[in-house]
Structure formats: structure tokens, C-alpha cells
């Protein structure tokens, strides 16, 4: 995400921001940044009146125009890698009717909105993780693999290969999966952790080094005792990404709900659910609040994450895509990790 402040930000924290998304991660903090009621601008193709005369009939064409929508509802589809703003045309042609901005990455949009801490945090997380690379994750076991990008927002799962067949049929099985899993790997970039029980994993690196070592040399392994999606959370909630690249926010969260299940279960210093919380915060005794992307645009939830803050605790916002934010939700939302027990 590249970001520019055409103007100081006024001391409410109300401006505009220019946003370049670059990837399909920072049109999902996008999604978490606009706002119903904020105004975003954008370049899109609109209908416009073509020159007409009396020999042939009225033209239309859709030519590039400058738009405003004062948003209503935000829509963020990563299948098609776009991010869907609809709303009323507040700037431009056919003011008062309703339009849908759909921003892809490449595209410069404009954001007007007052700014808070949470989303100035998040927005310097998206433009500073632009410069890394795509970490991914290969879950390895006895005739099975399956293959993760690790975005921002959580593991997505890229494909699941299993014994081949064919020309690799004369092979052992192992050796059948580790040829395709190798030519899979061929099409990515980054770096790859090779996660798994057993020693599966190593012997995959070590056929790696053989066959192909300038991606061999891009390879970290990682011990878990989980196979497949569990092996992913494994690895991450172990600190693999704190060895592969800087932004260390997934495993943050996987950490951080431990923490919460592991003193919930000890009856220790934590609260969850709102009323437990705002509780906690009034009494100046959260020191992490954790909360739901899903819940950061309810009201009562923004007063108290803006008490929370006012009041010196950490902030973190969990993504609902990613397990530990959908135990959050399991918990109400939000949840905090306290200095002493109320």
C-alpha cells in the first residue's frame, strides 16, 4: 500500500488520505478502513452524452470521470481481488444516484474520513508490509501436501496435492508427491516453510537440494505435531514468520488468544464480551483489548477501544479470517488481557 496526505490531518483527526493499493492484502485492510459514511473518490467509467446530429441517432460512450461516493456498505471479494464501495454519488456526474466503486490493486482512490489511532496503526502496518515478501507454507505428511500464501488477513489455501500418477507412477509414492510438490513450487516466489510432523518435511528439503536448490535455499522447516490447515497454525502461533519476515501480526493473534483460552481456563486477570471489557476498561485494568475486524465499526466497540487507548492499553484487531479471530468472535468479539483481576 503506498499512502500520501494531500493536506495535515485536522486535530479531530478528519482528512484525506491518497491510497494506492498494490495487493489483495491491502484491499482487505480497505475493506476494514472505509467506513459507512466516509467519502472515497475514484477514477470509473461512466456513461456519458455523445455528440449527436440529425443523420444518426444519439451515441453513448463511457468515458473516465472522477467520482465521489459517501459510502453505505463495503464489500471485499478476494476471489475477484477487488474491494466494492457502494453508495450515493456525493462528487461528479448523476449526483444523488447510487454507484458502486470497484477498486482493484493499481488503482488510486482518495479516503475522507476522521482518522483513529486503530486505522492510522493499521494503515502503517498495510504500507509497511508492502515492501516484503510473499511468505508461503507447505503442510507436509505421507501422501498428502498442501500449500498456503500467508496473507495479512490469515492462510490461503492455494491447492492440495497427492500421490501423483501417470509418469510418476514407476516412483515411490513419497517421491511421486515430492516431484509434484516441487514443480508446484517452481511457480512461487518468497519464502516457503515446510511444515509437518515427522521427518517427512526433511526428506522433502533434502530431495529439494537435489533437484532444485536455488528453491531449496528459500526453504525453513518447522516441527509441529498437527497435519494440513493445523500445521499452518502450528508454525505461525510458533513464531515462524518472526524468521521469514517483519510483520509479525498473525502470530500475534494466534499467541494472544492462547493467552486469553489459557487464563479464561486458570479463572486468571481476563475479560470478554463488551460488558466485561468496558468493565475492565473503566477500571483502567485492560492492558490488550482484542478485537474482531467485524466488531471495529460498532459503535459501543469504537468508544471503548478510544477509552482503551485514552487510557494507555494495546490495541489489537484479530481477523476474522484467521482461526484466532473467529474464536474471538466465540467469545463476543472482544476480549482483554488484564494487569490484575476485577
Request: hydrophobic share 45%; no cysteine; proline share 2%.
Given at each position: 500500500m503506498k499512502a500520501e496526505v494531500p493536506e495535515p490531518l485536522k486535530r479531530d483527526g478528519f482528512?484525506?488520505?491518497?491510497?494506492?493499493?498494490?495487493?489483495?492484502?491491502?484491499?482487505?485492510?480497505?475493506?476494514?478502513l472505509i467506513s459507512p459514511g466516509n467519502t472515497v473518490y475514484a477514477v470509473t467509467l461512466r456513461t456519458v452524452d455523445g455528440p449527436t446530429d440529425k443523420l444518426r441517432s444519439e451515441k453513448l460512450e463511457k468515458r473516465p470521470v472522477k467520482i465521489g461516493v459517501k459510502c453505505e456498505k463495503v464489500e471485499f471479494v478476494p476471489e475477484s481481488s477487488r474491494l466494492r464501495v457502494f453508495g450515493l454519488i456525493s462528487y461528479g456526474p448523476d449526483m444523488g444516484q447510487h454507484h458502486t466503486l470497484n477498486i482493484e490493486a493499481g488503482y488510486e482512490i482518495s479516503v475522507v474520513r476522521q482518522w483513529k489511532p486503530i486505522d492510522l496503526a493499521r494503515l502503517e502496518r498495510a504500507v509497511s508490509s508492502s515492501v516484503h515478501g510473499v511468505v508461503h507454507i507447505v503442510a507436509i505428511e505421507d501422501g498428502e501436501a498442501e500449500l498456503y500464501r500467508v496473507r495479512q488477513y490469515g492462510p490461503e489455501?492455494?491447492?492440495?496435492?497427492?500421490v501423483g500418477s501417470?509418469?510418476?507412477?514407476?516412483?515411490?509414492s513419497r517421491q511421486a508427491l515430492?516431484?509434484?510438490?516441487?514443480?508446484?513450487?517452481?511457480?512461487?516466489?518468497?519464502?516457503?516453510?515446510?511444515a509437518g510432523p515427522g521427518f517427512v518435511k526433511e526428506d522433502f528439503v533434502k530431495f529439494a537440494?537435489?533437484?532444485?536448490?536455488?528453491?531449496?535455499?528459500r526453504m525453513l522447516l518447522a516441527d509441529t505435531r498437527r497435519c494440513g490447515y493445523g500445521a499452518v497454525q502450528e508454525a505461525i502461533g510458533n513464531g515462524v514468520l518472526a524468521r521469514v519476515a517483519e510483520d509479525l501480526q498473525?502470530?500475534?493473534?494466534?499467541?494472544?488468544?492462547?493467552?486469553?483460552?489459557?487464563?479464561?481456563?486458570?479463572?486468571?486477570a481476563v475479560a470478554y464480551g463488551k460488558n466485561e471489557v468496558r468493565q475492565a476498561v473503566d477500571y483502567g485494568?485492560?492492558?490488550t483489548v482484542l478485537v474482531a475486524d467485524s466488531f471495529v465499526r460498532d459503535?459501543?466497540?469504537?468508544?471503548m477501544i478510544e477509552g482503551a487507548e485514552r487510557l494507555g492499553a494495546n490495541v489489537v484487531v484479530l481477523s476474522t479470517e484467521f482461526e484466532p479471530g473467529t474464536r474471538l468472535v466465540g467469545l463476543g468479539g472482544v476480549a482483554a488481557l488484564l494487569r490484575y483481576k476485577i
Open positions: 482528512g484525506e488520505y491518497k491510497l494506492m493499493p498494490e495487493s489483495v492484502d491491502d484491499l482487505w485492510h480497505l475493506s476494514h489455501r492455494i491447492t492440495t496435492l497427492t501417470g509418469k510418476s507412477a514407476e516412483l515411490d515430492f516431484v509434484e510438490l516441487l514443480s508446484f513450487l517452481e511457480k512461487v516466489t518468497g519464502s516457503i516453510v515446510v537440494k537435489t533437484k532444485a536448490p536455488a528453491i531449496a535455499e498473525l502470530a500475534k493473534e494466534v499467541s494472544f488468544m492462547d493467552e486469553v483460552f489459557l487464563r479464561i481456563g486458570q479463572n486468571g485494568a485492560a492492558e459503535m459501543s466497540v469504537a468508544k
